[in-house]
């Protein structure tokens, strides 16, 4: 089957930095990617990793090691407005493309 | 260029009765892809269409179905409800079938079945 696997909450303070990892196992697996989801609205694109290594976008970085099956979404310099639910997904290919998500974790950011 | 919309926002339904919800994508964004997300999980896929052809079919059964016009534009309907198929139903746009990666979401339907 295809699955991945991440934490279900995270809680972290203003400021801080805090690390959301993700296992996945799948097959056609071309790349992880990682969104974001405030309170059940439509999730945005956050990241994206096809190659090995660290991808940085401002605050966030996202990293994935192919030999390992794993990855990571870094959030730095966590503000209020980061509480929300994360989401980790594989793109698959097969026939067309599509993505295989994560159960998500909730990231609950206090002051 | 408006983001991906879907409609309607919310809907509720009976078990039994049938369902139908519409996207619109980006302008020039050829790929829609269906997802399913339960409260408390991932989304889940259940289609995607590019070019009017279906590309590729989650794990769902035959009681979903959908189709793709010549804009683009995109239905998903769902017969016979079941009171399990309440969920939050998200559209996303790609560019292309092998673009998954940067899909654009909609804001969902949400959907509740009684």
């Known amino acids: 089957g295809q699955s991945l696997e991440q934490p279900s909450e995270v809680t972290a303070v203003e400021g801080a930095i805090v690390q959301i990892n993700c296992t996945y196992q799948t097959s056609g697996f071309y790349g992880l990617s990682w969104y974001q989801q405030h309170d059940g609205g439509a999730p945005t694109f956050l990241s994206y990793n096809a190659l090995d290594g660290l991808e940085e976008t401002g605050r966030f970085s996202s990293f994935l090691s192919r030999s390992d099956s794993y990855g990571y979404l870094l959030l730095q310099e966590l503000q209020m407005k980061d509480s929300a639910s994360y989401f980790c997904a594989a793109v698959i290919y097969n026939q067309g493309g599509k993505l295989i998500f994560g159960q998500g974790t909730e990231l609950s950011v206090k002051p | 260029d408006a983001g991906v919309t879907q409609s309607p926002t919310h809907l509720i339904k009976t078990r039994g009765q049938h369902v139908t919800l519409r996207c619109s994508p980006i302008?020039?964004?050829?790929?829609v892809s269906w997802y399913q997300q339960v409260l408390g999980q991932g989304p889940q896929f259940i289609f995607q269409y590019y070019e009017k052809e279906e590309r590729g079919r989650g794990n769902f059964p035959d009681r979903f179905s959908a189709r793709q016009f010549p804009n683009y534009s995109s239905e998903l309907n769902v017969n016979a409800l079941l009171l399990g198929d309440s969920a939050l139903y998200l559209c996303a746009a790609a560019r292309g079938p092998q673009e998954p990666e940067t899909q654009y979401f909609g804001p969902g339907t949400r959907l509740l079945v009684l």
């Open positions: 302008s020039g964004h050829k790929s």
